[in-house]
């Protein structure tokens, strides 16, 4: 009766039950008590196995590839997460290690219950045959870099307009709820729906011909700076340059994005200043301990840091300065339509939030808080990453004099011994200066992992794999630009990189520091030129340098790269002639 009716657990325990009633009572309740403590663990051990099948059939398509990659030991539940173990540092180790370990290959990693592959190869994160980097692709294909050289003829346009530029693939995942706290539903966190409308309206705003306006601010700030790095001049103990970096960055990005004059460079204190330190390591550091990944955990540890306003105090001034612009903005439009014909007012500087402000005039909607979000995603996204790619750019230039000394020459060049201020067209001028910066941004990528999740099926060129709809697309520049085949000695620090003819036999997503495709950085362009106009100030009046060897630095992964020992440089007044003079 036991045997037949073994997956009958209730007619098991009442036979039992009835039976042992007859015999002594004692017994009777230690065996109900046992065969309770036994139906529980059958009942426990059921469930777990219903819900282990239930996982495994509904990520059945998901299984089918995992099988035909590589990658670090998973578990169910927890997937990967062992390598999140440890210190920050170890983390940070682990996840630089892990992604450079499978040579750029497509690797699986279960990221807890979800599924995610690694893509790195330039040709699985863009190959559009109709677009204008088929002429660079011949060019590269041309150029056949041993073992990595492809052919078109297999290819079918459709399926391989693949992951950066694909339409499929413009979902940023539940990961970028992180940074919801901070910029809300801006463009960088944006549903794609929301996403899709905001960008295009904001997109004409970031069109480089129109940055011109914004020189008299990146000059005047930089004059702060180079007033305010006067106190090193003479020291022979190395200073961080991330201080002064950060400072005038976001004094540059609050009077270009919402009009308002932080000067933070005058060592102003400033709530909102401290409060953008304190939500930028607290986004950061959800990214590594999994166990603040739930909202209500998230919440009781603010709350326990004595953090739980946070946010808001950091959203204080942003919605103060909306609400006086916004006042300013409706008065000046009464005055200009009473004086319509007054062409002596002065104009004012065409900053991000009166655009927002203008797009609405013009009939969209943009709520006061999706302005906010708006305004607070430019100010977090252009502040920290030109930061910490300004200082690992001057610390590069300090580690190689004979680099540092042909930039100078460059500069020389364009401005002579002079002191006048830099124009957008001198920017221009300064190519090797770009190079430099693009090969810092090769060698450490600012944002070193982004995600995008699949709307569809993808096809990816590598092992000819189809990954399924939902697959996280974990995108590392970091492994991409430390593939040998594509930068070779790709861990040292070579502007040549980036030199035109190098450029040219490279496939076009070889440099991913800006991501690609409709949803890349919208700010390149004003980054590139607001870190030229910096690292060329800097450079016109000190010279830097450093102890630090290149193998010294140690890299740390939160949202962005860093490095854990910073950016140490001393530095001299420059004596304005170029080097070749000197010899
Ligand atoms: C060195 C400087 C910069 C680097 C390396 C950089 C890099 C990136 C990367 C990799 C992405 C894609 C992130 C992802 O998909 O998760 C991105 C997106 C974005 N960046 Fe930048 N960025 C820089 C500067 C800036 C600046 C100065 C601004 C604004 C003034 C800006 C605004 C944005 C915005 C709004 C997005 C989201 C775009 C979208 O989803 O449509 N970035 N950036």
């Not at 959800?286 to 946070?310: A, C, E, Q």
Request: with cysteine; glycine share 4%.
């Amino acid at each position: 009766m036991y045997i037949y009716n073994e997956f009958r657990g209730c007619k098991i325990f009442s036979m039992e039950v009835s039976q042992d009633f007859q015999s002594t009572s004692k017994h009777s309740s230690g065996l109900l008590q046992m065969t309770i403590t036994e139906l529980t663990s059958y009942a426990l051990v059921s469930f777990l196995v219903v819900l282990w099948c239930y996982f495994k059939w509904k990520n059945r398509d998901f299984e089918k590839i995992a099988s035909k990659l590589k990658g670090p030991p998973s578990y169910p539940i927890i997937g990967s997460a062992l390598a999140s173990i440890g210190t920050h540092q170890q983390f940070s180790d682990n996840i630089i290690k892990l992604f450079n370990s499978y040579g750029g290959e497509p690797c699986k990693v279960w990221l807890g219950p979800y599924f995610g592959v690694s893509i790195s190869k330039p040709e699985d994160l863009q190959i559009n045959l109709f677009d204008e980097n088929i002429s660079g692709m011949r060019v590269w294909e041309e150029s056949k870099h041993d073992g990595y050289s492809i052919t078109t003829q297999n290819l079918n346009p459709n399926f391989f307009q693949i992951i950066l530029n694909s339409s499929k693939a413009l979902d940023k995942s539940k990961f970028y709820n992180f940074f919801k706290n901070t910029v809300g539903e801006g463009l960088i966190s944006a549903p794609v729906h929301k996403w899709r409308k905001h960008r295009r309206l904001i997109a004409p705003v970031f069109n480089a011909n129109l940055f011109d306006e914004f020189f008299p601010v990146f000059n005047e700030k930089n004059r702060f700076l180079i007033e305010n790095l006067k106190k090193e001049l003479g020291k022979t103990q190395p200073f961080d340059l991330l201080d002064y970096i950060l400072k005038i960055n976001l004094d540059i990005i609050c009077q270009t994005a919402m009009g308002y004059n932080l000067d933070t460079q005058s060592n102003k204190e400033s709530e909102f200043v401290e409060a953008l330190i304190k939500v930028s390591k607290l986004d950061s550091l959800r990214i590594y301990k999994p166990w603040l990944y739930p909202d209500i955990i998230f919440s009781i540890y603010r709350k326990i840091m004595g953090l739980h306003n946070v946010y808001k105090t950091f959203h204080k001034l942003p919605n103060q300065v909306i609400r006086e612009m916004k006042e300013i903005y409706a008065q000046r439009k009464m005055e200009n339509k009473n004086n319509a014909m007054d062409v002596n007012d002065e104009k004012p500087l065409k900053v991000f939030l009166n655009t927002l402000f203008d797009l609405n005039e013009g009939g969209e909607n943009f709520s006061d808080e999706e302005i906010r979000d708006e305004v607070v995603t430019m100010m977090m996204s252009g502040s920290e990453t030109s930061t910490v790619t300004v200082c690992f750019c001057l610390l590069m230039l300090a580690i190689h004099p004979e680099i540092q000394d042909k930039v100078y020459d460059e500069i020389f060049e364009v401005f002579g011994d002079g002191d006048q201020t830099i124009t957008i067209e001198d920017t221009t001028k300064l190519v090797y200066l770009e190079q430099c910066i693009r090969e810092t941004l090769r060698l450490y990528p600012l944002v070193p992992l982004f995600i995008r999740q699949l709307q569809d099926d993808v096809k990816i060129f590598s092992d000819d794999l189809i990954l399924p709809k939902g697959t996280i697309c974990i995108i590392s520049p970091l492994t991409t630009h430390h593939i040998p085949e594509l930068y070779p000695n790709p861990w040292s620090y070579n502007p040549d990189n980036f030199d035109a003819e190098n450029v040219n036999k490279r496939h076009k997503y070889s440099f991913i520091a800006f991501s690609g495709g409709p949803r890349g950085c919208i700010g390149s362009k004003y980054a590139m030129l607001s870190m030229k106009v910096l690292i060329s100030t800097f450079l016109r009046n000190y010279s830097l340098h450093t102890d630090m060897k290149l193998a010294d630095i140690k890299l740390k992964i939160d949202v962005l790269l860093r490095s854990s020992n910073g950016y140490p440089v001393t530095i001299r007044q420059r004596d304005r002639r170029p080097t070749y003079k000197k010899k």
